[in-house]
């Protein structure tokens, strides 16, 4: 079966370090991606994450290059159709003196009509995601800054 992915960018006014912490620390991950975590950190560790009311995420860590790379492979998703599929999230985060690029591959989500509606969630919620996370390590750093 075909599948589909997105890719998103998001440059960010604070160190690499930061933009790290926050894909891997739960206090962090609260203020920008769902209010509850659990986080392994580790490669081979676990990442689980409460996104909202109805939609937690659990997944592997397959690669964890601190302060460079976090992908996740995720477990099959409740309430989904089955699928031979290997759904991932790649986190690549890149800097300069000036800011922090986190780019997001997401790659394995079936273009199956029983898959669409959550595949459009994703797709249509990373942008929402990304542009809190922004805002809150731009914050965050201009604090420890002063």
């Known amino acids: 079966m075909p599948t589909r992915g997105y890719a998103h960018r998001i440059d960010v006014r604070a160190p690499r370090e930061l933009v790290w912490r926050a894909l ?7 203020q920008w991606y769902g209010p509850e975590a659990r986080v392994a950190p580790r490669g081979g560790g676990s990442y689980r994450i409460r996104v909202d009311v109805d939609l937690v995420r659990e997944a592997h860590i397959d690669v964890f290059e601190p302060g460079r790379r976090l992908r996740l492979i995720y477990m099959p998703q409740s309430g989904m159709p089955p699928t031979d599929s290997v759904i991932v999230d790649d986190f690549m985060i890149d800097s300069d003196a000036t800011s922090t690029s986190l780019r997001l591959l997401g790659s394995g989500y079936p273009e199956d009509e029983g898959w669409e509606g959550f595949y459009r969630r994703l797709r249509h919620g990373w942008p929402r995601a990304l542009a809190r996370l922004k805002v809150a390590l731009e914050k965050l750093a201009g604090e420890t800054a002063s």
């Open 24 to 30: 891997v620390e739960p206090e962090l991950l609260a």
